[in-house]
């Protein structure tokens, strides 16, 4: 993120109070400061596009650039996700996924900026054969040049595609999200099922309706969506936009043209991001300073208490031991946040399990209906897609609730330790395993066995109905020509044909179901396995990171304590001890005010617009440089 006055403030704060954390020999809160410095630095603030596919996700992306970095065409889809950086001068490179079963990382290669299309989209990529996990362009733009970062994610499939599910499980990891639909209809179920899906993995969520040059009703159609969209009880703020106008504005430099093409909103609302994004780094680290500086300040204190009030030491020892017993009660694997901790997960564990089982059998139910209303042998390829995608927006939609009940546990336990760390402990970010479905193969050997034998049966019934027929007739002594006996040989010989197909359709029926059914199971086994080991992750870091927390607190009490008792012991008394200590708790009053200031700087601007960051993006921003 760009290095505003705000950052450098706090940047300065830290790098005092990292010194003054050495100074009291507490190397555990310099590490943890150094650590929250990556916070401040991080560079890049990341915002995924999302929606449909041919709802204008890469003509939206090149016309806030205005520069044609997504390849866009009608025959054209995006395949794998495209990220548009900042750079200096046009380039482009390709990330590939090691061979399967190689184990391999994968690697990075640069390519021609003229090759993105061959190889992000399916026409030149089709079924992703290359093995490519993304795309990445850079691109000198002022709006990417405050460390934004877009990521066009595939439409091939639609929503419920599993490439579109592997994107969209690392949203926990997104800054934003921009939902784009076009304005030719009013959301889908579909839609909305995502929707609400995407809004608990990643709060900041914008609506965007495209293409409203090409349906005049386009407002109409915006407050149905919203309308739809309150119903469901999901909050989102929305903006129109036009592309093609936008596209237009840039070539003509014309002000009033970009306005009409609703880009200059969602700029500001990307701005806000950014400028969003910037305040809670500022905020986390102001946090972890004052957890810090709180905790030097116990031993300075403790110090000059019992050199200034010598009668009054008894009294203090036996505050700092109370405060020693509390923080080591923390400690004990009885306290407790780690009984709330465990439980909580218990209960998380227990209810995705549940969720997933309850999704996969909902999916197996509606596969098993819709094998019984054709015949497999004629439509497998599409159905086999169809549950590939069932299952990988399930799996989606069962890592989201695994993603909010997390939040809540982390929330009730925070609110247990009632102190400022609870307010710093993050658990490491997991994506979900819907590119476990690809490892997934299917024994459909069944579709291409050839229907045998319905041949073969039609021709004994018919020649069974022509002996019956004329022995019968010659017996009674009826003297019917043998050629009337064909007649009932031809219609028996079809009813046996085609009993013997819907024989052999019902055979693959349940071959088909059979089929559906282990895929499943390893769906549920593999996917269930993979969230289990996913929760248990999330609560070892979790506790770990809390433990690390009533580590600091323990050893800041001990050392308050420590302190006292040592100026009790000595009856060190001289001018030049208080002094010093004076000057300790000078420079912790001056660091603390530099935190109040800060926080208060954020204060005033948090209920302003932020500041314009990419005004130059706008109409006159050019073609691609």
């Not at 499980?169 to 889908?188: G, I, K, M, Y």
């Not at 052999?504 to 089929?515: N, T, Y």
Request: proline letters at 3%.
């Amino acid at each position: 993120m760009p290095t505003t006055a705000a950052t450098k403030h706090a940047l300065d704060t830290l790098d005092m109070t990292v010194k003054g954390a050495r100074a009291y020999d507490r190397a555990d809160l310099a590490d943890r400061l150094v650590a929250a410095r990556g916070l401040l630095e991080a560079a890049t603030v990341t915002v995924h596009v999302v929606g449909e596919f041919k709802q204008g996700k890469s003509s939206l992306v090149n016309a806030l650039l205005t520069a044609p970095v997504c390849p866009v065409d009608d025959d054209i889809a995006t395949a794998v996700p495209t990220e548009v950086r900042y750079a200096a001068e046009l380039a482009a490179s390709a990330s590939f996924e090691a061979a399967p079963g190689s184990g391999g990382p994968g690697w990075t290669e640069t390519i021609s900026p003229s090759e993105i299309a061959a190889y992000a989209s399916e026409s030149g990529n089709p079924g992703n054969a290359r093995r490519l996990r993304s795309v990445t362009v850079g691109i000198a733009r002022q709006l990417l040049s405050t460390g934004l970062v877009l990521i066009d994610t595939p439409g091939v499939g639609g929503l419920g595609s599993t490439a579109n599910a592997t994107a969209m499980s690392s949203l926990p990891q997104s800054h934003a999200v921009l939902f784009l639909t076009d304005a030719s209809q009013e959301l889908t179920a579909a839609e909305l099922r995502f929707l609400r899906t995407v809004r608990e993995l990643c709060p900041t969520l914008l609506l965007v309706l495209t293409k409203t040059d090409l349906y005049p009703q386009w407002a109409r159609i915006l407050e149905l969506d919203l309308g739809h969209l309150q119903r469901k009880g999901i909050e989102v703020e929305a903006v129109a936009v036009s592309s093609e106008i936008r596209a237009l504005a840039a070539k003509d430099a014309d002000q009033d043209l970009n306005n009409e093409s609703g880009f200059p909103d969602l700029v500001r609302r990307i701005n806000d991001v950014l400028a969003g994004s910037e305040r809670i780094a500022v905020d986390s680290v102001v946090t972890h300073l004052r957890s810090a500086l709180d905790q030097m300040q116990i031993a300075a204190t403790a110090r000059r208490d019992a050199l200034l009030d010598p009668e009054n030491t008894a009294e203090l020892l036996a505050t700092l031991t109370a405060a020693k017993e509390s923080a080591d009660a923390l400690r004990e694997r009885s306290s407790k946040w780690q009984l709330l901790l465990g439980d909580g997960f218990a209960d998380i564990t227990s209810d995705v399990d549940f969720d997933l089982r309850t999704r996969a059998r909902t999916v197996l139910h509606e596969a098993e209906a819709t094998i019984d209303e054709g015949d497999p042998a004629t439509n497998w390829d599409e159905f086999e897609r169809w549950l590939r995608q069932r299952l990988a927006g399930e799996a989606l939609e069962n890592y989201a609730l695994f993603v909010r009940r997390a939040k809540e546990v982390a929330t009730t336990v925070g609110e247990h330790f009632d102190l400022a760390e609870s307010e710093i402990v993050t658990a490491r970010e997991v994506s979900a395993p819907v590119e476990l479905l690809d490892s997934f193969t299917v024994d459909s050997a069944f579709v291409e066995r050839k229907a045998k034998g319905a041949g073969m049966a039609a021709v004994q019934k018919a020649f069974g109905g022509f002996l019956m027929f004329t022995v019968l007739t010659n017996v009674a002594a009826l003297g019917v020509p043998t050629p009337f006996g064909l007649i009932p040989a031809l219609l028996l010989g079809r009813a046996g044909m085609r009993d013997e197909r819907k024989r052999q359709v019902d055979k693959r029926r349940g071959e088909a179901k059979a089929v559906v059914r282990r895929f499943v199971d390893e769906f549920g086994m593999q996917v269930g396995k993979d969230s289990r080991d996913a929760i248990r992750h999330v609560q070892r870091e979790l506790r770990n990171a809390w433990s690390e927390r009533v580590g600091e607190l323990q050893r800041s009490a001990a050392a308050g304590l420590a302190a006292a008792q040592e100026s009790a012991r000595s009856g060190e008394s001289d001018a030049g001890a208080r002094e010093r200590i004076e000057t300790d708790l000078a420079s912790l009053a001056m660091l603390r005010a530099r935190l109040d200031d800060l926080t208060g700087h954020l204060q005033r601007i948090r209920s302003e617009p932020a500041e314009a960051v990419g005004t130059a993006a706008g109409a006159g921003d050019g073609g691609a440089r």
